[in-house]
Structures are given as structure tokens and as C-alpha cells.
């Protein structure tokens, strides 16, 4: 029987996951624009609606009316992030699901870090699957604050056709993932994620 680590193990080596951005929020290749930003204090600054949907539709690849709409939905909950994740992840499931990932954090002004995340899950068919993911993160503080666990369950769920999450908090940060296509109806599903510096095989 073949382990859920060493599925994920397998498929982290099959499937590349592409870095997203060149720059941190100022720019992007395809729109050299300068992104508008808004600060709730003098510490830590906060990203606007406008700047949000535009990044998500950067991450995603394409504009998408479901993701501008969960986007104005977390905003009516949320308000404004104070940095976003954009990258990929891998799941599969043989008993227990597993989930990889890894993307880039932004924040205002701050060059951008490599981070990685991985937990168990429930909701993946049999084999895997890969997705582009957009995380919010809201509370964050000092960024080292974004490498813990967060658990899922009793947070809000956000789902728009074919887009979907579910806000995952650990009493002080809440990040919300979320995810396009076939991952978006796994993302409500996950149990816990826990953000890392670096790759890390053990989902646990």
C-alpha cells in the first residue's frame, strides 16, 4: 500500500510548481501599472479591493466574474489583507488525502518570500490533482507570524461557481485559500495546513 507522504512525495516530483511574480506589489509583467494600496496603520500596511481582484486574476491566469465576487464577498467579512500567497499545490488521496504547495508571499513594499505549505485532507479523488491557489492573508503581523498551522473547520466558507475556500485561522492570522476548477470543491475539505520555509514531505 503505498503511503499518503510518499504519494505527495511523487507527485511534488512530477508536477512543477512555477513560480508566480517577478516583483512584489508595484508591477507585474503583463501590467506594469503601480498597484494602489491602502494603510490601516504604520506598521503594516493593507492591500485595497481593486488591487486584490487584479492579483487574483494574475494568479489564476485569466479574469474570472467568480473570483471578483468571492473577493468582494471575504472584503464584506474580512476587510483588507495585510499580504496574499499566490502559487500551486498538488493533493491525492489513497485512504487519506494529502495536499502540497508552494507560492510566493507578497506584502506592501517587501520583497517577496518563498514559502511552502502541506497537511492532510479529505475530498481528493483517488490519484491527484493540481490547482493554482490565491491566499489572503489577514492579522498577519510580523511575516515569520505566517509559519504555523491553521485549521480548518467553523470558518467561512467562500464559493462562486467555480471558485471556492474557506477561511482558516489559528486564533490570531487567517489565511483563506482558494482555488479554481477541481481543486476549489477540495479546498473546503482540508483539516489543517501548516506553512513552512522550506519543502517539508511530512504532512503531518
Known amino acids: ?56 486574476e494574475d494568479a489564476f491566469g485569466q479574469f474570472s466574474a467568480e473570483m471578483a465576487e468571492v473577493v468582494d464577498n471575504l472584503f464584506a467579512r474580512e476587510d483588507r489583507p495585510q499580504a496574499f500567497i499566490a502559487g500551486e499545490e498538488v493533493g491525492g488521496a489513497v485512504g487519506v488525502g494529502v495536499t502540497y504547495g508552494k507560492g510566493l508571499l507578497y506584502r506592501p513594499n517587501t520583497a517577496p518570500v518563498e ?16 490547482s493554482k491557489v490565491f491566499i489572503p492573508v489577514y492579522n498577519l503581523g510580523p511575516t515569520e507570524n505566517i509559519f504555523k498551522r491553521f485549521p480548518g473547520g467553523g470558518g467561512n466558507v467562500y464559493f462562486v461557481g467555480g471558485v471556492g475556500g474557506e477561511a482558516m485561522s489559528n486564533g490570531e492570522v487567517t489565511v483563506v485559500p482558494l482555488r479554481s476548477g477541481i481543486g476549489a470543491r477540495a479546498g473546503v475539505s482540508v483539516e489543517y495546513i501548516k506553512f513552512t520555509p522550506k519543502r517539508d514531505l511530512n504532512p503531518f
Do not use: H
Open 115 to 130: 514559502v511552502y505549505w502541506q497537511g492532510p485532507s479529505l475530498g481528493f479523488d483517488l490519484g491527484g490533482d493540481a
Open 1 to 56: 500500500m503505498i503511503s499518503a507522504a510518499a504519494l505527495g512525495a511523487a507527485l511534488l516530483a512530477t508536477t512543477a510548481c512555477s513560480s508566480v511574480g517577478n516583483q512584489a506589489t508595484v508591477e507585474t509583467a503583463a501590467s506594469p501599472v503601480a498597484r494602489p494600496e491602502v494603510s490601516t496603520d504604520f506598521q503594516y500596511p493593507t492591500y485595497r479591493k481593486v488591487t486584490l481582484v487584479d492579483e487574483a
